[in-house]
């Protein structure tokens, strides 16, 4: 049986043409989170302020029209209450955190602090997804199967619900690019 081994030839550098030698090439080094997170939504940003303020404005009309509903005894909907109000101090704190970030110059990329915005904005996101999704079930089941949406005001439980899972969807970017920013960290 014929086999091959490989050899190693060395091969010498060629001379430089006129005696002068080829500069190496030049590699920029640009570090990945400034290519990366440019212009992203994160703690501390501009961005992310308007998407913390976003957070709060949906859970607070959320948590608004269900106190302006005359009867919400059903489970859902206190955790629905519930969920919103948790989602409202979160969101305003690290509103009012962004804000001070911004205006002293100082950024949050501590991964200590990313981690405690990490997990705060994974439990929130979770509870209000919950809640929402909860008080849709019952709406779906007091809507449609059992047809008693003249005795009760779908429509505003409806409302909220739209806005706890525009509040989750908004929470939830902040929790994936917060989560990756802590991965880069």
């Given amino acids: 049986m014929n086999v ?39 703690p501390g940003t501009l961005g992310g302020l308007v998407l913390r303020l976003g957070q709060f404005c949906s ?23 519930a969920a919103t109000v ?4 979160w ?11 911004l205006l002293v110059k100082r950024s949050l990329r501590n991964p200590l602090l990313v981690s405690i915005f990490v997990v705060g904005d994974g439990v929130t996101a979770t509870l209000t997804f919950a ?15 059992i047809a008693m949406c003249k005795d009760n005001p779908c429509a505003n439980y409806e409302a909220a ?7 989750w969807f908004m929470v939830s970017i902040s929790f994936i690019l917060t989560f990756w920013l802590l991965a880069t960290l």
């Avoid at 305003?92 to 955190?97: G, K, P, Q, R, T």
């Avoid at 809640?131 to 199967?145: H, K, R, T």
């Fill in 4 to 42: 091959s081994h490989p050899a190693v030839h060395p091969v010498g550098v060629p001379p430089a043409l006129g005696g002068h030698a080829v500069p190496p090439r030049m590699r920029m080094r640009v570090r990945m989170e400034y290519l990366v997170f440019q212009g992203m939504p994160l």
């Fill in 59 to 81: 859970a607070l009309i959320a948590f608004s029209v269900m106190l302006s509903v005359r009867d919400f005894s059903v489970t859902a909907f206190c955790y629905l209450v």
């Fill in 86 to 89: 948790l989602q409202c101090l």
């Fill in 91 to 101: 969101s305003l704190a690290m509103a009012v955190i962004d804000v001070y970030a």
């Fill in 131 to 145: 809640a929402a999704c909860a008080s849709a079930g019952v709406i779906v089941l007091i809507g449609n199967d």
């Fill in 161 to 167: 619900i739209i806005m706890a899972f525009l509040s």
